[in-house]
């Protein structure tokens, strides 16, 4: 069944009006508290939108701070090695606009940030973010226009930080295994090999 199409003005009257201290939380630069999550914080999720309309949303991982601070409005996102498909990178080509989402494990709440994003191959900036001997091949740099804390109920919801709340892996199947099911010319076991191999050897 198609659901019915709502504008904006029934959006908000469907759910009235935010609180005084949800819109005032809103920030236009990383104040002190912002800066200290960013640097505790090992995982974030990034979302763009390329010209064809399509949105993507790409997790980015490494060590608390590897996202560089620069100033109170720009930070520096490195690119670590992936699978070459540059679905954000790309999209941030045609499109300037990104959201970041910041993670911190233990941590409830959540960092949003929302600006625009240029992509950079300066070797001097890109130099200092260097891992095990390795410059990343490009980054990200966000110029920030809206930061603000999200609150811990979808995270409590999901008792994402709850070791009780974690599956077997074993339940679920491997890589190597979806990608022999949905590609059909690869074997399984021979693609877990691969992946593994990468993981141990090509993080960076």
Request: charged share 25%.
């Amino acid at each position: 069944m198609a659901a019915e199409p709502i504008d904006g003005a029934a959006l908000r009257a469907h759910y009235g009006a935010p609180s005084e201290r949800a819109l005032k939380k809103q920030l236009a630069r990383l104040d002190e508290h912002c800066r200290s999550f960013i640097a505790l914080s090992p995982f974030l999720v990034i979302a763009t939108m390329g010209a064809d309309g399509l949105a993507d949303a790409s997790p980015r991982g490494d060590a608390p701070g590897f996202v560089a601070i620069l100033d109170e409005t720009t930070l520096l996102i490195p690119d670590r090695p992936g699978n070459n498909r540059v679905d954000s990178l790309g999209n941030l080509a045609e499109n300037p606009a990104v959201g970041l989402l910041f993670f911190v494990p233990g941590v409830n709440e959540t960092l949003r940030v929302n600006g625009h994003a240029r992509i950079t191959t300066d070797t001097s900036l890109l130099a200092p973010l260097s891992a095990q001997g390795k410059a990343p091949r490009s980054g990200l740099l966000v110029a920030v226009k809206e930061a603000y804390f999200q609150c811990g109920k979808a995270l409590l919801r999901a008792k994402l930080w709850d070791p009780a709340s974690r599956i077997e892996r074993s339940s679920f199947p491997s890589l190597g295994r979806i990608l022999a099911d949905q590609i059909g010319d690869t074997d399984a076991a021979a693609a877990d090999r691969t992946i593994e191999e990468a993981y141990r050897t090509r993080l960076y």
